[in-house]
């Protein structure tokens, strides 16, 4: 699976806003955690289901989307 497979964008999930894998893990909810300081290794053990790769592609989703 490439980084940007891992973003997944459907109408009928979440309000249609960009998740982590079909899972109900919004995009930007990782992000704002991010952007408040807590660290990769806090939000992986705060949410097991999601492995590093799910950050590394957030944060390309997100900086593509800056472009």
Avoid: H
């Amino acid at each position: 699976m490439s980084l940007m497979e891992r973003i997944t964008v459907s109408p009928l999930q979440c309000g249609g806003r960009p998740c982590i894998r079909k899972m109900r893990i919004r995009v930007s909810d990782v992000l704002e955690l991010l952007g408040q300081g807590v660290s990769e290794g806090e939000i992986l053990t705060d949410f097991p289901d999601l492995e590093r790769e799910d950050i590394k592609a957030l944060m390309l989703f997100r900086a593509l989307s800056l472009s």
